[in-house]
């Protein structure tokens, strides 16, 4: 599925699934948006018919409970807006 | 194809205040985090225009409003919530611990069972008859306050509509 692309410094390969609508998302847009790293991100209200169900169907294998934000680090899951466990992560 | 709705700064102003008096009137508080609370009344806005109903900002819409029912703002959720965790899945409400600082506020975990516990509740719930209820459920016809006692309150303590506003509801 395609994402969205943000530029910034590499931190590793930066997965965000959010809702356009959702605050903790935005928090999470936030925090990568001044750390300056590049990510990818979907808004998966935003999308329709077969790109949400594709979009749901790689969600469902980090996160069955398919809740938003998910931000998948290199392989590691971390599911709502934990700040310090994203800081940390990443390394910011 | 993405569908982007653009919703004015002042139609949020207008619901913050709205939503702000009623919370406060109602026992309840908006997060003070200003700018977090208007970017989920920004996102209720947009559902309103979207789906018609006032979904819940940081759960994703069926767009089946019989299917999202529980998740209308405020949501069936948030009261729960706001007992175990001091907030609201979104943050949007807050308890009083975490408006006096006594409460660290943070992300908490979905309470919305999945489709399927959903949909099983829903058929069990139907089966269950009026017979077996101790007492008579009142609904006050304002605000949805529910309760169940011999006859209703003076005054509805959420909205303070009067006793004839309720009606007998199960
Ligand atoms: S979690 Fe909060 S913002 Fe979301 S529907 Fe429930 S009360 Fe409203």
Redesign the interface.
């Known amino acids: 599925m395609e994402m969205d692309h943000v530029k910034g410094k590499n931190k590793g390969h930066i997965s965000l699934y959010a ?9 999470t847009e936030r925090l990568l948006d001044q750390a300056k790293v590049e990510y990818y991100y979907t ?6 018919g077969e790109e949400r169900e594709k979009a749901m169907k790689e969600l469902k294998r980090w996160n069955p ?4 934000p998910t931000l998948v680090i290199d392989g590691k899951c971390i599911i ?4 310090d466990e994203i800081k940390e992560t990443i390394g910011i | ?4 709705i653009e919703v004015s700064e002042e139609e949020v102003d207008k619901l913050y205040k709205k939503l702000n008096r009623e919370a406060e009137v109602g026992g309840y508080h908006l997060n003070p985090d200003v700018e ?2 208007k ?2 009344v ?3 806005l ?2 309103e225009k979207r789906y018609g109903y006032w979904n819940c ?5 069926s767009g089946i409003k019989q299917d999202d029912l529980d998740i209308i703002c405020p949501c069936d959720y948030r009261d729960p919530d706001l007992n175990d965790y001091g907030t609201c899945y ?3 409400y807050v308890s009083q611990a975490v408006l006096n600082g006594e409460q660290k506020l ?5 309470r919305r069972p ?1 489709l399927e516990e959903r949909k099983k509740a829903q058929t069990k719930s139907a089966v269950l008859s009026i017979s077996s209820l101790p007492l008579p459920v009142w609904r006050c016809k304002v605000c949805g306050y529910l309760c169940a006692r011999d006859e209703p309150p003076e005054v509805c303590p959420v909205c303070k509509a009067k006793k004839d506003r309720f009606e007998l509801f199960m």
């Open positions: 809702l356009s609508t959702c605050g903790w998302c935005k928090k808004d998966v209200d935003l999308l329709q409970a398919c809740t938003f709502g807006y934990q700040e | 194809m993405k569908d982007e977090h609370t970017d989920l920004r996102g209720i947009v559902n900002p940081c759960r994703l819409s979104c943050a949007l943070g992300p908490i975990p979905e999945l």
